[in-house]
């Protein structure tokens, strides 16, 4: 019998209500000072493929349960509290999943979002992670509905490697086929993101980065990211993670790199540039060296629960106020006292403990949140 894991009924916790007394616009600091700037709203709980670091498929098998339409918030709520988060001070929306190109009529909601802007008039910067496998047919109406910026995920070159990873038999080429459509209908550059477990794909990162530069030139940028410790379903053991100086070391193999200045506060990616080429890469070292420090990210599930950290291990339940008739002033106030409230810091704990050891809550039971419910 398959096993089931109801995720979502582990992970509410009732939000707050009460009036902001924050002007819009003005910085929300957490107690490390950190302004919210990005949030990350997940669309779906569902995935087509099954890697292993996310959603493995003995766990997330045919009999598992997962949220019923109902449960989702509509495309309208998703906008009213996007809306909230901008007065906030957040300036990136990051759509993603699950996959999110499951969701019907992404599209729609794209073109709600785009219409949003800052308490100063500005657009925000809409950005959505994809696995790629319906990127062909969705990209151009992406780009029309005002998507600004795209992620592909892609784990391998190597086709079956590639499949062995999304454990669907989803081939390597579908995937360029949608990085070739998303260029095609002026995304630009395109992200692409390699997870790296050791053992499993280390031994796609030089062929990766060369066979991205040969189809596509600078016009895909890639990101390697240590295999993190996100949830309690992936088999995490600090052995399966290649430290990103590692990473570097193997891509010196193709030529010598320069670093980067980041190009935003909060970055997660320590940025490179080949000197031969100038085709620039990513470091994602979420394990070997946290970026807590000015992480200004939260994070919205599918049914409306907002998370402070990627390695949480419960939300607060936004979709109650909103269901419940809350004013716009209250919900802000929510999210005002929530953020100020944030001491969130799992990676920077994580990585001062003892190599191996897990300085996080699951050691007192309890579960984190899996990264398909909130997204990465």
Known sequence: MGKT?????LRRGRAPAGASVLAPGADRLDTFARPLRDLRISVTDRCNFRCSYCMPKEVFDSRHVFLPHAELLSFEEITRLARLFADA?????????????????????????AALRTPDGRPLDITLTTNGSLLARKAAALKAAGLGRLTVSLDAIDDAVFRRMNDVGFAVEDVLGGIDAALAAGFGPVKVNMVVKKGTNDDQVVPLARALHARYGNAAVLRF?????VGSTNGWRLDDVLPSRAVLERLREIGPLTALPASAAGETAQRWRFDATGQEIGLVS??????CGDCNRARLSTDGQLYLCLFATHGHDLR??????????????AIDQLWAARDDRYSALRTAATPGV?????????RRVEMHYIGG
């Open 5 to 9: 894991i109801a995720i979502h009924d």
């Open 89 to 113: 001070g957040v300036r990136k929306l990051r759509l993603t999943g699950g996959e999110p190109l499951l969701r019907k009529n992404i599209e729609h909601l794209v073109a709600l979002l």
């Open 225 to 229: 990211i240590e295999f993190m410790d």
């Open 286 to 291: 979420s394990v070997t060296q946290a970026f």
């Open 320 to 333: 109650a106020l909103l269901r419940g008739g809350a004013e716009d002033r209250a919900i802000a106030g």
């Open 358 to 366: 897990d300085a996080g809550p699951a050691q007192a039971g309890e």
